[in-house]
Structure formats: structure tokens, C-alpha cells
């Protein structure tokens, strides 16, 4: 079964430079999730997305953006990197005509910066 | 003090023992109760799903739901090397929004 992508799968960047991640969901799920995942913490919710508008924020800091596509597929923003930033981004999806709402992540990308 | 406490262990046991994996909470506003396994360097894989309190089994995998106590289990039996993980519980925002959160993850390692 087709499983979330997500592109790249790792990224090096040096400090203030801009970095996009891509998120593919699974085909026919409406709704977009985006965590980031410090070392050794657990998932911390950003942001969502359902039918291509905002659904929800977290703690998402302004230098982030990101936005959802007609084809469903989500980018992530991220500009002025600071060290922080280094950490594992996932990108999870779910279908809203579901029961359950579950959600299916991706393998995440890898942020390094340096 | 985090909405969801899990503890990190690490947790190591010998093949084939039975695992017990728990999370508390703290908001009773809580109602969908997700079992995720996390292996080095990957994403998030769901195992269990439960809605409000209750048992459910699938496999060697039974997760089972308190809600009077805000306490939820997963148990593994007839553990495998391959189970050597780190297991995430998490549940839904009540603000029914439907993003998750996360316990800190319990690190299992199973050995042969």
C-alpha cells in the first residue's frame, strides 16, 4: 500500500539559510499534519492541514510557513535556520472520511544545520 | 508538567518475556488512545488504536484503556528481538482538531 513520502529524506543547511520540505500524503487522505522531533523527545506538533486550509497551529515558530496544494502534497517552509532547527520533521496524513482519523506518517526528513 | 508522561526507560528484556508499556495523562478530555513503534531513524508506525476506555488485542499486542485512572497499556507477549524499538503513546487533541499528543516514547530492547 502506498505509504506517506516525503522529500528530501535528509537536508544540510548552514545557519540563516531557507530549507523546504515536501510532504506527499497517502493518495485520497484530505488532511496534513506536520511534527517536529527533537532528539531523543517525542513528536511536537506544528501545524495542519484540511482541504488545503489551515486546520490547526502549534508551536510553530513565524520563520516557519507552510501551505497545502490542490494535489493534497504540503511544503514546509523554514527560513533564518538556527541550530535548534536540527531535528527529525515528519509529515503524517489521515482521511476525514474515516471513522477513526488516524494518522500515517512518513519516514521524516532529517534537518541538519550547521 | 507534560499532558502526557510515558517513562523513557530503557527498558530491556529477554526473548520471548512479556512487555508492559504504560502512559498516564492528565486531561479526562482525552478519547482516541494510539500506540505508535518508532525504530531508529524512522517514522512513527501505528500499532493499536483505541477509542475511550477498553481492550483491544490484535495479535501478540493487547492495549488496553483506564480512563477512570487516565492510564493506558500495551502489552507485547512472546517479545521478539524484532520488537527492540522505541514506543510511542499518543492521543488526541480534544480540541478535536486531530493532532496528537505524544508520551516521551519508552526505548525496548529485546535480547535473543
Known amino acids: 500500500a502506498a505509504g506517506v513520502i516525503q522529500s528530501p529524506r535528509h537536508l544540510i543547511k548552514e545557519k540563516r539559510e531557507t530549507a523546504t520540505l515536501k510532504c506527499y500524503p497517502i493518495?485520497?487522505?484530505?488532511?496534513v499534519y506536520w511534527y517536529q522531533q527533537g532528539p531523543g523527545q517525542d513528536p511536537q506538533f506544528l501545524i495542519s492541514?484540511?482541504?488545503?486550509?489551515?486546520?490547526d497551529k502549534g508551536s510553530i515558530p513565524d520563520r516557519f510557513s507552510a501551505q497545502q496544494f490542490s494535489d493534497y502534497h504540503s511544503e514546509l517552509n523554514m527560513s533564518s535556520l538556527e541550530l535548534g532547527d536540527s531535528a527529525l520533521y515528519f509529515c503524517?496524513?489521515?482521511?476525514?472520511?474515516?471513522?477513526?482519523?488516524?494518522?500515517?506518517f512518513g519516514p521524516g526528513t532529517r534537518l541538519t544545520v550547521l | 508538567q507534560k499532558e502526557v508522561e510515558q517513562d523513557p526507560g530503557p527498558l530491556s528484556v529477554p526473548e520471548g518475556a512479556i512487555v508492559s508499556l504504560n502512559c498516564t495523562y492528565s486531561?479526562?478530555?482525552?478519547?482516541?488512545f494510539m500506540w505508535y513503534r518508532q525504530y531508529s531513524r524512522k517514522g512513527p508506525e501505528l500499532l493499536m488504536y483505541?477509542?475511550?476506555?477498553g481492550n483491544k488485542e490484535d495479535g501478540r499486542f493487547t492495549a488496553q484503556v483506564d480512563k477512570s485512572s487516565k492510564y493506558i497499556s500495551l502489552f507485547i507477549r512472546d517479545s521478539q528481538p524484532s520488537d527492540s524499538a522505541t514506543y510511542l503513546c499518543?492521543?488526541?487533541?480534544?480540541?478535536?482538531?486531530?493532532?496528537?499528543?505524544f508520551g516521551q516514547g519508552t526505548t525496548l530492547q529485546v535480547k535473543p
Open positions: 493518495p485520497r487522505h484530505d488532511t
Open positions: 486531561n479526562s478530555a482525552f478519547q482516541y
Open positions: 483505541t477509542y475511550s476506555s
Open positions: 492541514f484540511y482541504e488545503k486550509m489551515q486546520s
Open positions: 503524517a496524513s489521515s482521511s476525514s472520511a474515516t471513522d477513526t482519523d488516524t494518522q500515517y
Open positions: 499518543a492521543m488526541d487533541d480534544p480540541g478535536n482538531t486531530g493532532k496528537l499528543i
